[in-house]
């Protein structure tokens, strides 16, 4: 039986060759427009995903004028500093929910559910932060991950 994530997923990865092929466009890695489509009910998630990639590009960015990093080794970095961030912002947020006085409750969203995208998917949009641009990249993400979810609506 496919699971609505992995049809999310190959329809994710169907919807990023169209972007590359049709605008030369990449939606930040061929698996994330299908996760972040999984959440688009849960958008504080999605914001939190990239801005976990922005500060994963800016420490990657700043690290590499004392490190020499550029290709394979840049990709590593921005992997392993996006786990990283991911693993101990996903650790404390609970924490920081029941102990804050300020909560965002965002009407018709799944509210429950605040945390970053995986521990992957936001190195792989910081990567192509680098290639692409942050703005470029963070519009094809969000428009690539509309596109999945309407194609699995459809289905």
């Known amino acids: 039986m496919v699971t609505a994530l ?7 990865l169907l919807v990023g060759l169209l972007f590359i092929e049709l605008f030369s466009l990449f939606c930040g890695g061929v698996i994330v427009p299908g996760y972040v489509a999984m959440h688009l009910d849960n958008p504080l998630s999605i914001i939190a995903t990239l801005v976990v990639s922005l500060f994963t590009y800016a420490i990657v ?5 004392f490190v020499m990093l550029y290709g394979r080794r840049q990709y590593v970095a921005i992997l392993i500093t996006a786990f990283c961030l991911s693993s101990v912002l996903n650790y404390f947020i609970p924490y920081l929910q029941q102990t804050s006085t300020f909560s965002v409750v965002v009407p018709g969203a799944n509210n429950d559910e605040f945390g970053i995208i995986g521990f992957v998917i936001p190195g792989l949009i910081a990567n192509w932060y680098e290639r692409q641009g942050i703005i470029i990249t963070s519009c094809t993400v969000i428009t690539g991950a509309i596109l999945v979810k309407l194609l699995l609506l459809a289905f």
């Open 6 to 12: 992995t049809l999310s997923i190959g329809i994710g």
């Open 61 to 65: 960015k700043s690290l590499s004028s």
